[in-house]
């Protein structure tokens, strides 16, 4: 097939796409195309946006009615991602065996909770009105933190992980919602790998090369053609037919034959296979909004083996105890956001597991895998509490999704108090619970609750800390709750975040308006008794000191910090220059301070005053008119442009008037 030679380029263009978006998103801030993930899709069925991603899902499935899964065969990046794992551990010598499963009930499972939101979304809000287009309403890489060593956490468990135990492509063939969706669509697809000659010499390796596991080679010996479902036309059985007896065409031909596909004896039981989905359905509900649907599942696909494994055995072998230490560790660690720190640890997690993989005897849990778990009953005990939990975690989560619906439904209504009360109870539920709390405090802050509003800002910033935005909330508290609540939270970041000196000025800034002085001073020398090379302790001293009318005190505090920064100090000192009417002396760190900072109008109005105090009107006129570019609407730069213009008017006329009638 003249298409098969092009399919390891393609997969590789796939993954440089890939990680090109991602690039211009967080990298070069290009944010005209968002997510591509087929989510986005079931994100417009509840809001009416459509972007980027359901535009690529709609094209992708209407693919799939005629060519079934070849999406998943040539451009699925995970489905890449297993390739590139099953090569580097055949590499590595470790040679996974492949183990059939049949089983649908993590994908059913994931798929149910996907169209549950869906339809509860749709019960407290209605269906959406109308429709928009937005393709980049949803950021990419959205749903978990972009942590390349979690990244690389996620390929480990649900690749090299799920590979070792149960051969190539494990997660499409367990796990993958989208896999499953791909599989209904395959029934009707006419595109099909074809029997096109008589097979005259077979050693099956059609059936050893898929992927997939399927039994091809029966398939074609029966039918003419691969007609299960699970096929994803990656050509690769077409490459290995040393006979080149198969093609993929839409045409039924002489070969083709009605049947059943040729039916594959699960390795593991039905009773191990609803276990596992419980499994991971709790895993899921704990820990999905911190690391993503895919390595939760996969999670408690794998703790479902393994604790059938252990239960049954009543042992633990070396491999499992060495893995299960690294993915505990290394979740720990997930949220590492220094991104070369955080690919070595990645890589090194995944190097561990190879290491492992390869030197540590796992027979035992291979011969149970083989010989045992096909037909072993899950003891009764241990499945009632699995499914017991996972029943009582669904439950409380689908009453928290509920209350969520319907908190969201009253804000749209403006019935902020509902939506306080409701918020209260389920906040720390949200997907996004750092900003749920924000957003609760801004409903309790505008139906006059200051204290609770503090208390919700508060857990706010104990799930996602959060300087800047801590300050912000100061604001907020201060502009729209009352001043004593604004105060104390400044006083509790300062004890709870004492290595964040912005809190401490905060703190200081709040005794000068209140005119304590010496409580202002003692958090200042402070800071500089810690750090004596910062600039900012200075700069909070010096304008202490103005404010006490101490002014030679206040240039000694600025002239340190100049020392430290002149770019950021020199408006100081010109300010301490231009009190004292040393206008020449000030004009020079005017335009220093002007030249090194972005343009700032504070910085622009007090130069073009320097200059109107030395009666250079005109240099005064353009400085104004530099501010009024930056703010249109400051009324004070035109009003001093009038006064000096008109200055200048008289001036001239003044000159004017002076000179010879003759002239």
């Known amino acids: 097939m003249i298409w098969a030679r092009f399919r390891r380029p393609l997969l590789l263009l796939v993954y440089i796409l890939f990680f090109l978006h991602t690039a211009l998103w967080h990298h070069w801030g290009y944010e005209g195309v968002g997510h591509l993930g087929f989510g986005e899709f079931f994100g417009t069925m509840r809001s009416g946006v459509i972007t980027a991603g359901t535009i690529f899902s709609i094209a992708v499935f209407l693919h799939a009615l005629f060519f079934g899964g070849l999406f998943c065969g040539w451009f699925c990046h995970w489905g890449i991602t297993q390739d590139v794992a099953f090569w580097i551990m055949k590499k590595a010598g470790i040679k996974p065996c492949m183990q059939h499963l049949n089983s649908r009930l993590i994908p059913w499972a994931w798929f149910i909770i996907i169209i549950a939101q869906v339809v509860i979304y749709w019960i407290f809000n209605g269906f959406p ?183 049954h055995s009543r042992s633990i072998t070396l491999f499992e105890a060495i893995i299960s230490v690294l993915v505990v560790v290394g979740l720990y660690f997930k949220d590492d956001m220094n991104d070369p720190v955080s690919l070595a640890k990645g890589l090194l997690a995944i190097a561990v597991f190879l290491i492992a993989a390869r030197t540590v005897g796992f027979e035992k849990g291979f011969a149970f895998i083989n010989k045992t778990a096909p037909s072993l009953q899950t ?28 908190a969201n439904a009253a804000r749209r209504s403006n019935d902020t108090g509902t939506y306080a009360t409701i918020m209260e109870s389920c906040a720390g539920a949200h997907s996004d619970p750092a900003g749920a709390y924000f957003d609760l405090a801004k409903a309790q802050l505008k ?26 909330m100061y604001e907020l508290l201060r502009t729209f709750g009352n001043s004593q609540v604004a105060e104390e939270f400044a006083a509790y970041l300062m004890s709870t975040y004492p290595e964040v000196v912005d809190f401490v000025f905060l703190n200081g800034s709040i005794m000068l308006e209140k005119k304590d002085f010496v409580g202002a001073e003692n958090l200042y020398r402070g800071v500089i008794a810690k750090q004596p090379d910062n600039h900012d302790g200075y700069i909070a001293m010096g304008e202490l000191r103005l404010q006490q009318s101490r002014i030679d005190e206040a240039e000694e505090f600025f002239s340190r910090a100049y020392t430290i920064s002149p770019a950021s100090s020199a408006f100081y000192m010109a300010d301490i220059c231009f009190q004292r009417q040393e206008y020449s002396k000030a004009e020079s760190f005017y335009a220093e301070a002007v030249s090194k900072n972005p343009p700032n109008v504070v910085y622009l109005m007090d130069q073009g005053g320097n200059f109107a105090a030395q009666n250079k009107l005109r240099d005064a006129i353009n400085t104004w008119k530099k501010a009024l570019e930056i703010a249109p609407d400051l009324s004070l730069a035109r009003e001093n442009i009038d006064q000096a213009e008109a200055a200048l008017a008289a001036k001239k006329a003044a000159i004017l008037g002076d000179k010879p009638e003759s002239e």
């Open 379 to 406: 003891s009764r005990v241990l499945m009632a509490v699995v499914l017991a939990f996972a029943l009582f975690l669904g439950v409380s989560e689908t009453r928290t999704s509920i209350l969520i619906h319907k």
């Open 129 to 311: 009105t109308s429709f928009s287009f937005n393709p980049s309403a949803t950021p990419v890489w959205s749903g978990v933190p972009r942590s390349i060593l979690l990244i690389c956490l996620t390929t480990m468990i649900s690749g090299f992980f799920l590979i070792f135990l149960f051969g190539e492509r494990a997660f499409c063939r367990s796990i993958c919602t989208f896999r499953l969706w791909f599989s209904w669509l395959e029934r009707f697809a006419p595109h099909k790998v074809r029997q096109t000659k008589d097979c005259t010499s077979c050693q099956q390796e059609c059936t050893s090369s898929c992927p997939m596991g399927l039994d091809v080679a029966a398939e074609i010996r029966d039918l003419g053609h691969v007609k299960n479902t699970e096929c994803i036309k990656c050509h690769i059985c077409i490459g290995a037919c040393p006979t080149g007896v198969l093609e993929t065409s839409f045409k039924k031909n002489s070969f083709h034959k009605n049947g059943q596909p040729a039916g594959q004896t699960s390795a593991l039981s039905g009773s191990i296979s609803l276990l596992q989905a419980g499994m991971a359905i709790i895993v899921l509900i704990l820990f999905g909004f911190d690391v993503g649907g895919n390595i939760s599942l996969s999670l408690g696909f794998l703790a479902g083996f393994l604790l059938i494994h252990v239960w």
């Open 447 to 472: 139906i006059n609750e200051p204290q609770k509003a503090a208390r919700s800002l508060k857990k706010s910033l104990d799930l996602m800390f959060s300087a800047k935005v801590a300050i912000e």
